[in-house]
């Protein structure tokens, strides 16, 4: 039974935020409840449909050049106005006009062309929405308020996948795509019933946070390039999780059994509840210790992760307990890196290149999308499975663990 006084806790402890850090913490739980079964479910929706691994890897290949671009004009854009209201309205509607497209796709044209609007609206969207963070956290540690907004990500993306699993399964095909667009009207209004608060609120934060923004600081950290290549890796790993692993374990592995889109969902529910309850607790832990070792810890969770995929491919009736302790440890790494990841890369830009480096930031993710899916739907056409996708992927988080980040520290 709940207790009443939790409920109470909970209000307290979200009141104590300020309030545009809340407002956009509400902006990002509704971007992630309309994008978690667009990420996730996509993959086998268009599966169903017929379309090859290949095509569906392409699709989201294509997406990520289209939010190069996208990205590094949102990027500029913030550098020079610091305004983000205006680009996240441009994001949530290009998003519906994507979810249109999908929603009538059938077949590979129409589908490419709604995943080209995913990642035109998603180049927009992700600076313009890590950008604000650290000017309404003030004076909460800006790693927290990442691990907040994270959190609230966390659950938007569970609800998604988990309503969506539902409606597609019993109700509709593509209703993932009919609720991303309910999502973004809301996220519009939320937009224009705070469109002077929000632009008020970061001109007063930009000009009083002397201690976000290093006066002195003309050039780019020296460990800059070491950085950026863990998180590119990162996020590839995380794209690879989101895309190829649903699709790797409904064609099965070597020796592993194929299992059903309805467990495969459960399987995903499950990582992402998971997620859902240790960003929080997990990002406040890393927030205590220094700014790099959230990196480090999340290396070394999905290399050991990536291993006991890899190692799955192989067995049988034990696989699926390789595969629940690999989804563990990826929820632990993810719920390291994504607070981490944001607030060194928006601590070692200089002053006027931190739209820039969000920018940079959110193309990382971009970057992984583009390599990640498009070799591994190839490695599983030609192979009929992604082990050693899993068996790279931990190599090369190890190594970068081992070697590169030793001279860090």
């Not at 709604?114 to 790693?143: H, K, M």
């Not at 190829?244 to 969902?265: C, M, N, W």
């Not at 969000?358 to 992604?386: E, H, K, T, V, W």
């Amino acid at each position: 039974m709940i207790n009443p006084n939790s409920f109470q806790i909970a209000k307290y402890w979200w009141i104590e935020f300020p309030f545009h850090l809340r407002l956009i913490t509400k902006i990002r739980f509704f971007a992630s409840f309309g994008a978690g079964g667009v990420i996730y479910l996509t993959s086998l929706i268009f599966n169903d449909i017929g379309l090859s691994a290949t095509e569906i890897g392409l699709g989201f290949s294509i997406s990520a050049i289209i939010g190069t671009i996208t990205r590094l004009f949102t990027g500029n854009y913030l550098n020079k106005t610091g305004k983000i209201q205006y680009p996240l309205i441009a994001s949530s509607i290009i998003s519906i006009a994507a979810g249109f497209f999908l929603i009538f796709s059938k077949d590979t044209y129409l589908y490419i062309l709604g995943q080209s609007f995913v990642g035109a609206a998603a180049g927009i969207y992700w600076p313009a929405a890590e950008f604000g963070v650290p000017y309404f956290c003030n004076p909460i540690d800006t790693r927290k308020a990442y691990s907040l907004v994270r959190t609230a990500e966390a659950l938007g993306i569970f609800m998604g996948v988990f309503l969506g699993g539902f409606l597609t399964n019993f109700i509709y095909s593509k209703a993932i795509f009919v609720n991303d667009i309910f999502c973004m009207f809301f996220i519009i209004f939320l937009i224009l019933q705070n469109h002077h608060s929000i632009q008020n609120s970061l001109v007063n934060f930009q000009r009083n946070s002397k201690d976000l923004i290093t006066l002195n600081q003309n050039r780019w950290n020296k460990n800059s390039i070491l950085i950026i290549l863990s998180i590119i890796l990162l996020t590839t790993s995380i794209a690879l999780i989101q895309v190829t692993l649903p699709l790797d374990l409904v064609k099965g592995g070597v020796y592993r059994k194929v299992l059903s889109e309805q467990f495969i969902s459960y399987i995903i529910s499950f990582q992402l509840i998971l997620l859902l309850f240790l960003q929080w607790p997990v990002g406040s832990w890393i927030s205590k210790r220094g700014r790099l070792f959230g990196l480090k810890f999340s290396l070394l969770s999905f290399s050991i992760a990536s291993l006991f995929l890899f190692i799955s491919s192989y067995l049988q009736f034990s696989a699926f307990y390789l595969i629940f302790f690999s989804l563990i440890l990826i929820t632990l790494g993810t719920s390291s890196f994504l607070p981490t990841s944001t607030d060194v890369v928006f601590r070692i830009a200089p002053p006027n290149k931190k739209g820039y480096a969000l920018a940079l930031l959110s193309q990382c993710f971009a970057m992984g999308y583009f390599f990640g899916p498009f070799i591994s739907g190839r490695a599983l056409d030609f192979y009929g499975n992604a082990s050693i996708i899993w068996l790279s992927i931990s190599c090369f988080c190890l190594i970068i663990f081992i070697i590169l980040f030793k001279k860090l520290f």
